[in-house]
């Protein structure tokens, strides 16, 4: 998996936020739209595209995008 | 796997009582305006809930479901050899309510009455145990409730809770048929290490009630409880919703041959609609076989299966033999998955309390 397909997709689940917002530096939480509705779009996508199951907490724990990355690639 | 077959025994009859207050999503006090409702409806597909009034319990909306129920089969309450209770909001911490019950029904006092304190995977489980010890042969009439009062045990200033739950009962009729039945097939799944994905952390033994766990706190933005409060993991619970019961229903369909395109009816626990539509779709059954009544009664844990045959199968179910699978999850974290027939059943009007 790339960070910039990551990105993307991670992306793909904000309706309102300008795609160029998104880095591995982004601090997701604290975007406008974040919710807790987006936190469950997040997990299913990550199901979808890389068939890991994230727990709550490693979104509580992520403080970037990259952050979150990481934690996936871990479960692969 | 742990896998079971039960024979001889089918469902007569099913019932339903909600209670009469409504609650709209759209209008609760909990969020700053419409909009953020109307977010939550769209992702959820869950625009109200029935409410009971406090005092008001699980097994008054029991009463009513099974005495309709009763009346409706023209079976008399004499007549029932196993009554089973599942539910976790019970009357009084001892005894069990199905103890209660037994005298204000008039049951036989040789009935087999228990409760079963299973949250959403309940009414599956229910079926396995009350089919079990009716293929035995000696019980022919049973009746298994599936009954909540979620709005009682969770906080109403807990805006990650209030949205989704509801209150309701349900009675389920099995009778031993030799002739008229065909057979249940049940797959079952546990996952205890994410006991604290939905839970309530004080009032049991480990964690006894203490003025301490009565006070409310404000534990995230927005969410209040008590210590006695039910917890709702959103983001644990998705995530094993959206794993565990595809799986469930997977191996179900694996392990007993199921032909999915012969399959008439996939009655869902009534989660949401963004978690149920992503099983229907891993198991390829057509949107139009999946009834869903969560726009109406919100997650009522147990009673979610039996209340979606009721309001939203009547018909359905009372002609010609269906062929239909069952996957009930949460609180546990416990599921089970069914497949069974179900014909010419009688079901009862839905009352109102």
Not at chain 2, 199 to 211: E, H, K, L
Not at chain 2, 219 to 231: A, C, I, T, Y
Request: glycine share 6%; charged share 25%; hydrophobic share 40%.
């Amino acid at each position: 998996m790339s960070i910039t397909e990551f990105i993307e997709n991670f992306a793909d689940q904000f309706d309102e936020t300008d795609v160029t917002s998104f880095t591995p530096e982004t601090k997701f939480k604290q975007l406008d739209e974040w919710s807790s509705l987006t936190a469950l779009s997040i997990i299913a996508m990550v199901d979808d595209e890389y068939d890991v199951i994230i727990k709550g907490n490693d979104i509580l724990n992520s403080e970037t995008i990259q952050d979150l990355f990481d934690i996936i690639e871990k479960q692969q | 796997m742990s896998q079971l077959t039960i024979n001889n025994v089918r469902i007569a009859g099913m019932s339903a009582c909600v209670p009469a207050t409504v609650e709209e999503n759209l209008n609760l006090p909990i969020y700053k305006d419409q909009s953020e409702a109307l977010k939550v409806i769209a992702s959820t597909g869950i625009e109200r809930h029935h409410k009971v009034e406090t005092g008001t319990t699980a097994s008054d909306l029991t009463m009513k479901a099974v005495e309709k129920l009763l009346e409706d089969l023209g079976w008399q309450s004499q007549d029932i050899d196993c009554f089973a209770y599942v539910c976790t909001s019970r009357d009084y911490i001892a005894p069990q309510t199905a103890c209660v019950l037994q005298d204000r029904l008039k049951l036989r006092s040789d009935c087999c009455v228990f409760d079963l304190p299973f949250g959403c995977s309940g009414w599956v489980y229910g079926m396995s145990i009350v089919g079990s010890l009716m293929s035995h042969g000696t019980f022919k009439r049973a009746i298994l409730v599936a009954a909540e009062t979620n709005t009682q045990n969770r906080n109403p200033l807990d805006t990650t809770v209030r949205p989704l739950f509801g209150d309701a009962a349900t009675a389920t009729a099995l009778e031993f048929d030799g002739q008229r039945s065909r057979p249940m097939n049940f797959m079952f799944g546990v996952d205890g290490s994410g006991f604290q994905a939905v839970w309530a952390p004080y009032g049991g033994m480990r964690n006894p009630v203490t003025p301490e766990a009565l006070q409310e706190q404000e534990v995230s933005p927005g969410v209040f409880r008590r210590g006695v409060d039910m917890v709702v993991n959103g983001m644990d619970v998705f995530g094993f919703a959206i794993k565990r019961p595809p799986q469930s229903l997977k191996d179900l369909i694996a392990t007993f041959n199921i032909d999915v395109e012969t399959v008439d009816l996939l009655l869902l626990h009534q989660a949401n609609k963004f978690i149920d539509e992503k099983i229907r779709k891993s198991v390829k059954i057509p949107a139009e076989k999946t009834p869903y009544c969560l726009e109406e009664y919100g997650n009522v844990t147990s009673a979610s299966i039996p209340l979606t045959m009721v309001s939203r199968c009547r018909e359905t179910l009372a002609g010609e033999e269906k062929h239909c699978l069952a996957c009930g999850f949460g609180v546990g974290l416990a599921w089970a998955s069914m497949e069974f027939y179900a014909g010419d059943v009688k079901i009862s009007d839905m009352v109102t309390y």
